[in-house]
């Protein structure tokens, strides 16, 4: 086994950087701890943003995606305010969201990869890697040497630790416990719901299944509530007495997403380049870690291209400062929703004054074009 790039991990960002080496005819190995299977099945982010979908199209890795994903323009806002609408494809700068499921879109460039001559060894753990001499050890002691190493292994990889970098992060201090149900949309828009209970989301994935968030307690056991209590949470929260009911089903996903997020600066060293979660987890509030992930991809993959293939080291050298500024503005676009979509309880000074900061903050929502149109900008793009 040999190849110019190693990459470690198949998720969005390694799969899309594989692609892309692979049409410019460099070779690339990826080296994923799951299976195969266990890659193709695991549910988690849906909207992409224009510039991702720019991105799989540009690079012929768009045909399910094109052939299977629903656009999406319109998100609604839910709260003792009353409700309203944002259609963001006639605000900002006009784009939209299209939903895809993370899975299907892994199996599609699994698939596209494997068809340009990439090598994947799956079901195989990268147990540290060597930056300075670009090679990864192996679970099983062996050693694989390349060129460059991608560190593409997620928010829980290996790779973070072989870059000497400072990480700055941020806990919220906020849960979602995330469900996934067998149920068709309720409402036709992404619906933020606020409510002294806490926060409910509505994001419809396709006709039959449904993703719905609610803000819990850190310590929030997934198995204590059954569903019908989770429904009846999610009646509450999302006011259906007054704004009409939801449609049900089974819950196929539950698990808790803390709102935490870090950002390594730099974000290469030596031979090694970290993109996606890797590089930097962002909170889920704004739905911007797939799309992060893309972004980078494409940056790196241009920037590695360029070096192997035409000896410019000038974009590989930049890649860290030229990601990171995109990264940033994700992660305070991110951050803002956080504040906008969660109030504390209760009824002490501290609490009345950031709830209705909340509240102000919706009301200049509501009322301000200029405020819709930077929403727009932020909230779709990357
Ligand atoms: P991934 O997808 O985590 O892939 C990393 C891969 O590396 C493998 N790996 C290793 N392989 C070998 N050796 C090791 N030592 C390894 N350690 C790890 C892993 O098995 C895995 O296959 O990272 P990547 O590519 O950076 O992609 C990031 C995205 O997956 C992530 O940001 C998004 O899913 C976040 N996210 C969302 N992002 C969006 O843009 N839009 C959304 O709507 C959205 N919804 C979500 C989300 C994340 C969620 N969860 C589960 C946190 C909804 C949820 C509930």
């Not at 070779?27 to 982010?45: F, P």
């Not at 072989?162 to 995330?178: C, E, N, T």
């Not at 890649?319 to 929703?337: C, D, G, K, N, T």
């Not at 000074?349 to 932020?378: K, T």
Request: charged share 20%; hydrophobic share 40%; glycine share 10%.
């Amino acid at each position: 086994l040999s190849a110019d790039v190693l990459i470690c991990g198949a998720g969005p960002a390694g799969l899309v950087l594989g692609n892309m080496l692979r049409a410019e005819g460099i070779r690339c190995l990826i080296v994923e701890r799951q299976s195969r299977a266990h890659v193709e099945q695991r549910a988690r982010a849906g909207f992409l943003a224009a510039n991702s979908v720019r991105i799989l199209t540009e690079n012929g890795l768009a045909d399910g995606l094109h052939a299977n994903g629903l656009t999406h323009d319109t998100c609604a806002f839910r709260g003792d305010h009353g409700e309203f609408e944002l259609k963001y494809s006639g605000l900002g700068r006009g784009e939209m969201h299209t939903v895809y499921p993370q899975q299907d879109l892994v199996r599609d460039l699994v698939k596209e990869f494997l068809d340009r001559g990439g090598e994947i060894l799956f079901s195989t753990e990268v147990s540290e890697i060597d930056a300075e001499g670009a090679s990864l050890l192996l679970g099983d002691g062996s050693r694989l040497t390349g060129q460059f190493v991608a560190g593409c292994d997620g928010q829980h990889g290996v790779s973070r630790r072989a870059v000497p970098a400072r990480v700055y992060q941020r806990d919220h201090g906020i849960s979602w416990f995330a469900l996934l149900a067998e149920a068709g949309p309720s409402v036709s828009a992404v619906l933020y719901a606020m409510h002294p209970n806490g926060f409910a989301g509505h994001m419809a994935r396709n006709a039959t299944i449904t993703r719905y968030y609610l803000q819990v307690p850190k310590d929030f056991d997934p198995r204590s509530w059954p569903d019908e209590r989770i429904w009846d949470e999610l009646r509450l929260r999302m006011r259906t007495d007054q704004y009409g009911p939801l449609r049900t089903g089974r819950f196929v996903e539950r698990r808790i997403v803390h709102m935490t997020s870090h950002v390594m600066d730099p974000i290469q060293h030596a031979s090694l380049f970290l993109a996606g979660d890797a590089a930097s987890l962002i909170s889920p509030s704004a739905a911007k870690g797939a799309n992060l992930a893309l972004m980078a991809a494409e940056t790196l993959a241009k920037a590695l291209a360029g070096q192997i293939n035409l000896g410019d080291s000038v974009p590989l050298k930049s890649y860290s400062a030229e990601v990171l500024p995109r990264i940033w503005r994700a992660q305070e676009f991110s951050h803002w929703m956080i504040n906008l979509l969660h109030s504390p309880s209760g009824n002490d000074d501290d609490a009345v004054f950031l709830r209705s900061l909340q509240r102000a903050r919706l009301e200049s929502l509501r009322d301000s074009r200029a405020h819709q149109d930077h929403f727009a900008e932020n909230y779709v793009g990357i």
